[in-house]
């Protein structure tokens, strides 16, 4: 991409990516998670080695992948300052998984982001990394910074479970999103127990799931190997890449288009109706790092 290489002090020359860089500076989310003039930032990152013949995960260079996303978001020289614009020692945060038996948020990434978080200075009494039980989550219930990270999957109500649905844990009451395909899941990051809150978002691509049939459908033939995670502050850009991978891979699959049934159309309502993020690709300054065979986008 033209944007990759630019310097820090040319990064922060225009005004509007000033303003955004000054924000991380001072721990405070960007209002809209960086909707601005200038293109919202998201890494794509992926590594063929991520995994091992048997599937099985790659601790020492999940963590490498995750490092150079963070820093390459980020703009710095080394993944520990990168941390830092984001996590302060007083901090008290929650880390947002997902915990679907079929593919839930690896545990070895959980591990990989809680590590950098205490290294941030973050005390571990601090920390939690939950799903289901945030809402009785002391931890959580007083977060000051929440990391949200899951897979990415084909979902039967709404499209796909996307980093936007992730949040869906934090009300009482789930149901209430579930109708028109789950159309108004931005909402859920209004609440107030969230709202504001969130400084990083890591899709999981490593092995996404595709396809499915059926509210609890999963299917080993619908899952691939694309050996990769999806980094951003804004969760509607990070969808949005998400599922345009999504898409592709049903199209190669397939043979043909396939539309998702039904449709993923939270992840656009959550800009053009909630004005949450950026979902139009166009607008989203997508960095590509590592393996490039395959990449769908």
Known sequence: MANKN??????????????????????????????????????LIRNKNVLDNNGSIIVKTLQQMLDE???????????????????????????KTN??????TPVELEEAIEKRVMEAGVSEDNISIDDRGVLDNQIFQKATVLINTR??????????????????????????????????????WKLPIVKGKTKLNILVMLTPLFHSVGAHGYN???????????????????????????????????????????????IQLADTRHHLGTADLSKIELIKLGWKDEILI
């Open 6 to 43: 630019l310097t820090r002090r040319e990064f922060l020359k225009t005004g509007t990516l000033a303003v955004a860089a000054s924000s991380l500076a001072m721990n405070v989310p960007i209002d809209l998670f960086g909707q601005t003039d200038s293109k919202t930032r998201v890494v």
């Open 220 to 266: 080993s033939d619908y899952v691939w190997n694309y050996n990769g995670i999806i980094v951003g502050v804004d969760p509607v850009a990070c969808d949005a890449v998400g599922l345009k991978i999504i898409q592709a891979k049903r199209k190669s699959y397939f043979k043909e288009d396939r539309p998702l049934n039904p449709p993923a159309k939270h």
């Open 151 to 188: 897979p990415m999957r084909t979902h039967y109500w709404s499209g796909v479970g996307s980093l936007l649905k992730n949040y869906i844990m934090f009300t009482e009451s789930p149901a209430d999103y579930h109708p028109d395909s789950c159309a108004d899941l931005a909402s859920l």
């Open 69 to 95: 996303a963070v820093q390459a978001l980020f703009d710095t020289t080394d993944a520990s300052s990168a941390w830092k614009k984001i996590i302060k020692s007083k901090d008290v945060v929650g880390i």
């Open 99 to 104: 915990v679907w038996r079929y593919l839930r």
